[in-house]
């Protein structure tokens, strides 16, 4: 019989909870949940696993505070940490550079914990700040560049679409376009590469409606911490998700990811949002895009804000 696939996700929060949920309903294969609090990743696969006579899939989930059960998985997802708050006392945000300290330490000791029992595996990371947690997974992994990636390109370029889709009233389904660069307020949405239905977006939109779509996009993370007082967690389990799909079903999809860089796009030693191939073998290529001269300007823009969140690494 041939074995299933088997997904790790660590921080049965808000979004490695979600995250399968949905990984469940589409029956990419067994999940198993980890996180630290005694008691909360079994109860979450539990309630999952009991609504699976209802929803009719067949994966098995096993919620657990320690490693052992992850052994041998193909794809771990980690979103262990400390998610975006807003202080009710100022009403100001973590920033996601403020997270950096917390977060490295956290995500730095479930990589080794999680790459002693699944040497094998491909990682995506999904804790923030994004950009430099790739580059601890990456460290304390010591795997090749190509099992390690990031997901922040899938959620941001989904705000953008569904943003777009709201303004021109069209479905979903019908809108490509890519963000680029690191998951913050520089990241780079390209409105020269999105099309409706194979028409190129200026033709239907105003710039000036385009221009403030850009800046919703680059500010949603924002917006729904500021609605809920607390980060978001539909999107963006959905959206690593669609890349674990990728990676098991091998459908080789391009999105954008937050990959390595060795030279392409003038970067090195670098993760950074790009378009890339992902399939059974992780980030199997990354596509190098023509940009134009401002694209490239806010690219160079976000990558100096990555690099400024890399510089406060130990290594
Ligand atoms: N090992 C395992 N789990 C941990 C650890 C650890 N060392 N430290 C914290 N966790 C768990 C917490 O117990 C919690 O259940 O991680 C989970 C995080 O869940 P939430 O607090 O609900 O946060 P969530 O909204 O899911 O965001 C997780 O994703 O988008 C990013 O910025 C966000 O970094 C944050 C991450």
């Not at 771990?76 to 708050?85: D, E, F, L, W």
């Not at 479905?171 to 099309?195: A, F, R, W, Y």
Request: with cysteine.
């Amino acid at each position: 019989m041939p074995r299933r696939n088997k997904i790790t996700i660590v921080g049965a929060g808000n979004v490695g909870a979600t995250a399968a949920h949905w990984a469940v309903q589409k029956e990419l294969g067994d999940v198993v949940l980890v996180d630290i609090k005694e008691g909360f990743p079994q109860g979450k696969a539990l309630d999952l696993a009991e609504s699976s006579p209802v929803m009719g899939f067949d994966s098995n989930l096993v919620g657990t505070n320690d490693y052992d059960a992850t052994a041998g998985s193909d794809v771990v997802v980690i979103t262990a940490g400390v998610p975006r708050k807003k202080d009710p006392a100022t009403g100001k945000f973590t920033s996601r550079d403020e997270l950096v300290e917390t977060n490295r330490k956290i995500v730095g000791s479930v990589t080794k914990q999680i790459v002693e029992k699944s040497p094998d595996s491909i990682l995506i990371c999904v804790s923030n700040p994004l950009d430099a947690m790739c580059h601890v997974m990456l460290h304390e992994s010591g795997f090749p560049a190509n099992r390690v990636m990031g997901m922040a390109g899938v959620l941001d370029t989904a705000r953008y679409k569904y943003f777009i889709s709201e303004a021109l009233g069209v479905s979903v389904e019908d809108i490509h376009g890519m963000v680029l660069g690191g998951h913050g307020d520089t990241m780079v949405p390209l409105p020269s590469h999105t099309s409706i239905g194979g028409i190129p977006l200026p033709e239907l939109l105003p710039e000036e409606k385009i221009e403030a779509i850009i800046q919703r996009t680059r500010k949603g993370g924002g917006e729904i911490v500021g609605l809920l007082g607390y980060s978001g967690y539909y999107a963006p389990s959905a959206s690593v998700v669609a890349m674990v799909e990728s990676i098991v079903r091998d459908k080789k999809r391009v999105l954008p990811t937050a990959a390595f860089l060795k030279g392409e796009y003038g970067y090195s030693d670098l993760y950074i949002g790009v378009p890339a191939v992902i399939g059974k073998g992780g980030v199997e290529k990354i596509i190098e895009m023509k940009l134009g001269d401002k694209e490239k300007q806010m690219l160079e823009v976000s990558a100096n804000a990555v690099k400024d969140v890399v510089k406060l690494l130990p290594y």
